[in-house]
């Protein structure tokens, strides 16, 4: 069968990676390259088919992706060759990968959505290790904190593999266009020309600087989180390095001074050694891969800010190994995700995520979910209300009432998720949205009188045991949310809920149900305020 997918520059160190890499996984790609007999020898070794052509003639570009469908592109600079082959992508239909880092491609790129769009081909840049796990773990703390208005992300290396050489000779190149981080939104120079944070990536805190990386442009779009920066950690040599050549960036706008440094890149090791210095697991002995936390919090414990506002905070360890850039998103060899924590917040190595228990609930001005006659029609969220809503309860997996929340609720077993039916005339899309929501979770009804339920994932329990429910969370990457002010009070007494929600309406109604019991001690902290078009805030606490 004849291979559409096609892999140019695969006679260098990462495309070398990411050819070998596809074989094992039972591809057959094309290989191509400029360098005919690299190409020749390394298709002969690995039985596959190839192409040389250079891409500084169009058509030859053209003729050489005309029968493909993919493209994964290696070579570098990509500042310098990403035009080029994306001109013969939209050309001949081709979807194109590549694995840049570089933001001046990135920008480039999405300027042509609407061209690719017209032609039914997939632009995709920054599918190695820059962006793929960062750009995951980005997306994962924005679903956990969904109001985030600041994201710093950081990463740790560890292994033999370095920098290769095509990665070094492409950090040249585009010193020349400064640091750059994310403002409301906009890309801009940095404050601080050079900046350092201690970033706990699991074995104790360690010294991080900001660099420029792919993320400050695309973690935008992902999550949508205005200000973004990122972090490495470095060896003192580097560090140093970098100073130096953060002085010497005017004169990096010079091409030969540019040329004269790229001269000293040496090559690399090939990939064949690392294989055998790592072992055929691709990772260094004794590794399991690696675990990322990732922490939220107020933005004056993310960046020293005492302004308001909400943050996230990420750490990413990767384990650099045999197949870098190219090799960890093919193999997939790394984790986005979150370590566990004890009851103090510490990180507890190897332990999965657990899941939160959430209280979240609507109550009048003065602490009422509902007035004396258990009416609560006063509460009706506005749209805007309810779209925010469903993002805080996305990441739900259960829900926890007592008999009279649940009989409330369970009309959301019946609503639509479209058209109309004798509940209501035409739900709007939050509803539509909350319905697939609760739909999709499970739900436990505690009620010592309850026979049956009527609802899909549901269970009865005749009693509320907290060290179950912590139990349950322990299990859990998804949170956990507890519902009606009765059931809640139990949790509150047990000091298992995690974060607590209200939503307060501008109105008082004198008396009724409170949200909360009475006689309980809890310090908190203030996490998020928000207000909206309607006069509802919302305030959102987490237990310390």
């Given at each position: 069968m004849t291979s559409t997918f096609l892999i140019y520059g695969a006679n260098g160190f990462v495309g070398e990676a990411a050819a070998r890499t596809a074989v094992e996984s039972g591809l057959r790609p094309v290989l191509a390259g400029r360098d005919g007999a690299k190409i020749e020898k390394l298709a002969a070794e690995l039985g596959l088919e190839c192409r040389v052509f250079d891409l500084g003639d169009p058509h030859k570009v053209e003729n050489g992706l005309k029968d493909m469908t993919v493209l994964l592109h290696c070579a570098g600079p990509y500042l310098y060759t990403s035009k080029p082959m994306v001109d013969a992508c939209l050309q001949t239909g081709t979807h194109y990968l590549d694995l840049t880092g570089e933001i001046p491609v990135y920008e480039a790129i999405a300027a042509r959505d609407a061209e690719a769009k017209g032609r039914g081909v997939m632009l995709l840049p920054g599918t190695g290790f820059d962006v793929v796990p960062t750009d995951c773990l980005a997306l994962h703390l924005k679903q956990r904190l969904p109001t985030a208005t600041h994201l710093a992300l950081a990463f740790q290396s560890e292994g033999p593999a370095g920098l290769p050489p095509g990665t070094q000779r492409t950090a040249i190149e585009t010193m020349r266009f400064g640091d750059q981080v994310r403002r409301d939104g906009a890309l801009a120079a940095p404050e601080q020309p050079v900046q350092t944070r201690l970033v706990d990536f699991g074995k104790g805190p360690v010294q991080t600087t900001r660099m420029t990386w792919g993320d400050v442009f695309t973690a935008y779009y992902s999550t949508g989180i205005p200000n973004i920066e990122v972090y490495i950690v470095l060896v003192d040599s580097a560090r140093k390095q970098m100073a130096l050549l953060a002085q010497m960036r005017p004169f990096l706008k010079w091409a030969p001074l540019r040329n004269l440094l790229k001269r000293g890149v040496q090559p690399g090791p090939s990939v064949e050694h690392f294989r055998r210095?790592?072992?055929?697991?691709?990772?260094?002995?004794?590794?399991?891969?690696?675990?990322?936390?990732?922490?939220?919090?107020?933005?004056?414990?993310?960046?020293?800010?005492?302004?308001?506002?909400?943050?996230?905070?990420?750490?990413?360890?990767?384990?650099?190994?045999?197949?870098?850039?190219?090799?960890?998103?093919?193999?997939?060899?790394?984790?986005?995700?979150?370590?566990?924590?004890?009851?103090?917040?510490?990180?507890?190595?190897?332990?999965?995520?657990?899941?939160?228990?959430?209280?979240?609930?609507?109550?009048?001005?003065?602490?009422?979910?509902?007035?004396?006659?258990?009416?609560?029609?006063?509460?009706?969220?506005?749209?805007?209300?309810?779209?925010?809503?469903?993002?805080?309860?996305?990441?739900?997996?259960?829900?926890?009432?007592?008999?009279?929340?649940?009989?409330?609720?369970?009309?959301?077993?019946?609503?639509?998720?479209?058209?109309?039916?004798?509940?209501?005339?035409?739900?709007?899309?939050?509803?539509?949205?909350?319905?697939?929501?609760?739909?999709?979770?499970?739900?436990?009804?505690?009620?010592?009188?309850?026979?049956?339920?009527?609802?899909?994932?549901?269970?009865?329990?005749?009693?509320?045991?907290?060290?179950?429910?912590?139990?349950?969370?322990?299990?859990s990457d998804k949170d956990f949310g507890i519902g009606g002010p009765y059931l809640a009070a139990g949790a509150i007494k047990a000091g298992i809920v995690d974060e607590y929600h209200q939503i307060i309406v501008p109105q008082m109604i004198g008396s009724g149900n409170t949200w909360l019991p009475r006689n309980v001690q809890c310090k908190l902290e203030l996490v998020d305020v928000r207000k909206f078009e309607n006069g509802f805030v919302h305030l959102q606490y987490r237990k310390i």
């Open positions: 210095r790592l072992g055929r697991g691709g990772r260094p002995p004794g590794t399991q891969g690696c675990c990322p936390p990732a922490r939220s919090g107020s933005r004056g414990d993310l960046d020293g800010a005492g302004s308001p506002g909400v943050g996230a905070e990420s750490a990413l360890g990767k384990r650099s190994g045999g197949v870098p850039d190219a090799g960890q998103g093919l193999r997939g060899r790394f984790c986005a995700g979150m370590q566990g924590s004890d009851e103090r917040g510490y990180r507890i190595k190897g332990k999965p995520c657990m899941g939160k228990l959430i209280y979240l609930i609507t109550t009048s001005l003065d602490g009422f979910v509902a007035d004396d006659k258990g009416n609560f029609d006063w509460a009706a969220p506005s749209e805007e209300v309810h779209a925010f809503v469903n993002d805080m309860v996305r990441n739900t997996g259960t829900f926890l009432f007592g008999r009279g929340m649940y009989e409330t609720m369970k009309v959301w077993d019946v609503i639509p998720t479209e058209g109309t039916n004798e509940y209501m005339d035409g739900p709007s899309e939050e509803m539509n949205d909350f319905a697939r929501i609760w739909r999709a979770a499970k739900k436990i009804v505690y009620s010592s009188a309850l026979s049956e339920v009527t609802t899909a994932n549901t269970t009865i329990e005749r009693v509320f045991h907290p060290e179950t429910v912590r139990k349950l969370m322990a299990e």
